[in-house]
């Protein structure tokens, strides 16, 4: 079994101390950071550019796990890759040309993830699955954190699971949205091995990010 990594959202932290949450996640056991980017545009909400996240650099060598909710993207992934980010995650209906973009990802040398909305199929970027790193499953409609989970994507992971198995495939099975104490281990028994949470991590036990990651990952 893979191991489980936290990949906390900092859409959740205090945005006035955003480099002093970071720290607090790094030291609280994180695997990775996780930065929601948004447009206001391709989802209805804004949240920060490349200039913060190359701010935020300063603050924690764990992996940027960035996660770009904007539309058009392709024009904007080289302004992230260069401010920071290690894993560049993009939506298949935010570009017109998917495997222009994700090759320019790869040429940038960081990692390439591709996520799927509640009703987004795999199908959408079955073609892609042996040559990116990740995919990121959304267990909300993008957009706004703290919302409820949407258990039907369930089997949208068991699928991909039997999928990177049967292929022999590689990529990380990320899950975003909604992900709390509940309901954590059945999305580990289903195939994701990257959990990405916000209000759980920064909210839970009076705000003891080290517990609320360790019980994330151990229940």
């Known amino acids: 079994m893979n191991k489980i990594k936290i990949s906390p959202s900092i859409l959740s932290a205090d945005f006035s101390q955003l480099g002093n949450e970071i720290k607090r996640l790094e030291e609280g056991g994180a695997d990775l950071i996780h930065v929601d980017v948004m447009d206001g545009h391709f989802v209805p909400n804004l949240t920060i550019g490349p200039p913060v996240i190359k ?66 199929p795999i199908d959408k970027i079955k073609k892609f699955l042996s040559s990116i790193d990740l995919v990121l499953i959304m267990s909300v409609y993008p957009g706004f954190g703290g919302q409820k989970f949407i258990p039907n994507v369930i089997d949208k992971i068991k699928e991909l699971k039997n999928i990177k198995k049967k292929q022999n495939m590689k990529f990380d099975i990320e899950v975003d949205g ?29 705000g003891n990010i080290k517990k609320n990651i360790e019980t994330l990952k151990l229940i």
Do not use: C, Q, W
Request: glycine share 6%.
């Open 55 to 120: 701010a935020l650099r300063n603050y924690s060598t764990l992996p940027f796990d960035v996660h770009l909710m904007i539309s058009p993207v392709h024009k904007y992934i080289k302004d992230y890759a260069e401010s920071g980010a290690d894993i560049i995650t993009i939506h298949p209906e935010a570009t017109d040309d998917l495997k222009l973009s994700v090759n320019l990802i790869k040429k940038l040398n960081k990692k390439v993830g591709l996520s799927l909305n509640p009703d987004t």
């Open 178 to 206: 909604g992900i709390n104490f509940d309901n954590s281990k059945l999305l580990i028994e289903a195939g994701a091995n990257i959990l990405v949470s916000g209000t759980t991590i920064f909210k839970n036990n009076n």
